[in-house]
């Protein structure tokens, strides 16, 4: 008889506890070979993507609005001088994070095959009507919030509700901090379907539109790929430039190194603090500044978040062919700013906020779900990238408000 070690080592182990990566290529590559090969077999598969976007769009609210409330609730004044500079980079790093993937979202525009038969929508004509929809959204009644997914609503509700319960007493943040804990423990079960969820979709996609859907999907990915990169060997450098008065590159690339390259393939920044903590203390940091600003930096400094949220969006309103001018634009990047740094430490997890930035353009719930839908299907390489860039960020900024302008 079988040991339950091995057994758990077995195909059910695999479906459980294996790498979500290759299930995710494994869904991938079967979703295409269906798809191409046989279309009608694909279409009656398509039940498994429709399941898996209506999932998220199900967990999506709940998780912004718990997240966001705890995260407020559970934040502590720091007592280090040092805090206030890092904190500022961080949140600088994050904005022209979002500023630059608007710039090359309207550059090198990216339509995506979506289904609109039944959807709404409800564009903005301008600027004021984008303000005056957010006004509208932010006073609506919180439950009418949750069950419209009125994100700007769920948004505002959450940072009054989580300011008011800062002054609570411990338990009630206790029960807070426990509550974000389980529903993201909720959204990582529903994000290991993913795979299932990826090979319908895919499969119908590719069944509807063949090869051009990938060809959609590998542009989407180089604008993605190709702002963090921008981000990572550019912008950043230009703001430790700027914050130490030296060249700043060798910091960058050690840096990416030796924390970006471990948080590429453990895809977590929570994961990768241990490692961050070490490389600080390798550079010669202040223990008792980085020992805060690398675990605040894992939960709000998240500018490739901040690339994606706006990426996406962005292709989902030149897919909708809505009219974008240049206030809306960085309104945009400040939503995105704000969504990036309540953006769950799950995989995948920046990629659920992407309707709360759809609905400033009056994007309906369905379409945005469809576009979180595409972005796990690139999101093998998207949320690797994303996280590297913001581990090694978290490094980079706490050595450029901590190291002593023009020295090494």
Not at 30 to 41: D, E, M, N, S, Y
Not at 103 to 129: C, H, M, Q, R, Y
Not at 320 to 348: H, K, Y
Request: charged share 10%.
């Amino acid at each position: 008889m079988a040991h339950p070690a091995n057994q758990a080592r077995g195909p059910l182990g695999f479906i459980l506890h294996g790498s979500l990566v290759t299930q995710i290529v494994i869904g991938l590559i079967a979703g295409i070979l269906l798809g191409h090969f046989a279309p009608a077999a694909a279409h009656s598969i398509a039940l498994l993507g429709q399941l898996f976007v209506s999932a998220l769009k199900s967990v999506a609210p709940i998780l912004v609005f718990v997240l966001v409330l705890s995260s407020i609730a559970n934040q502590k004044a720091q007592s280090s001088s040092r805090m206030g500079p890092i904190l500022m980079l961080y949140i600088l790093g994050t904005f022209l994070a979002a500023l630059i993937a608007v710039i090359a979202s309207f550059a090198f525009p990216v339509k995506l095959k979506l289904d609109l038969a039944n959807s709404t929508l409800n564009p903005p004509g301008n600027i004021v009507e984008v303000l005056l929809d957010l006004l509208t959204s932010i006073v609506v009644n919180p439950v009418a919030a949750l069950l419209n997914a009125n994100y700007m609503g769920i948004l505002a509700w959450a940072i009054v509700l989580g300011l008011a319960l800062k002054h609570g007493s411990q338990s009630t943040r206790d029960l807070l901090t426990d509550t974000s804990n389980a529903v993201s423990s909720l959204v990582r079960l529903v994000i290991r379907f993913a795979p299932l969820g990826i090979f319908g979709l895919v499969a119908v996609t590719i069944a509807d539109s063949g090869f051009e859907a990938l060809r959609q999907y590998g542009l989407l990915l180089m604008v993605l790929v190709g702002c963090m990169l921008v981000v990572a060997l550019l912008i950043n450098p230009l703001i430790v430039f700027v914050k130490l008065r030296r060249n700043p590159y060798p910091l960058v690339f050690t840096c990416l190194r030796e924390s970006g390259i471990t948080a590429f393939f453990t895809r977590s920044s929570a994961a990768n603090i241990p490692v961050n903590m070490a490389l600080c203390e390798r550079l010669g940091l202040n223990k008792d500044t980085y020992s805060v600003s690398i675990p605040l930096g894992a939960t709000i400094n998240m500018a490739g978040a901040a690339v994606t949220i706006t990426v996406l969006t962005l292709a989902a309103v030149h897919t909708l062919e809505i009219p974008a001018d240049l206030p809306t634009a960085l309104l945009l990047s400040l939503v995105a700013t704000i969504a990036a740094c309540g953006a769950s430490g799950v995989a995948g997890g920046s990629l659920l906020l992407i309707p709360l930035a759809c609905n400033m353009f009056g994007i309906s719930n369905d379409i945005a779900m469809q576009v979180v839908g595409v972005g796990f299907v690139i999101g093998v390489v998207q949320d690797s990238v994303e996280t590297a860039l913001n581990s090694s960020t978290d490094v980079l900024f706490t050595a450029a408000a901590t190291l002593e302008p023009g020295r090494s």
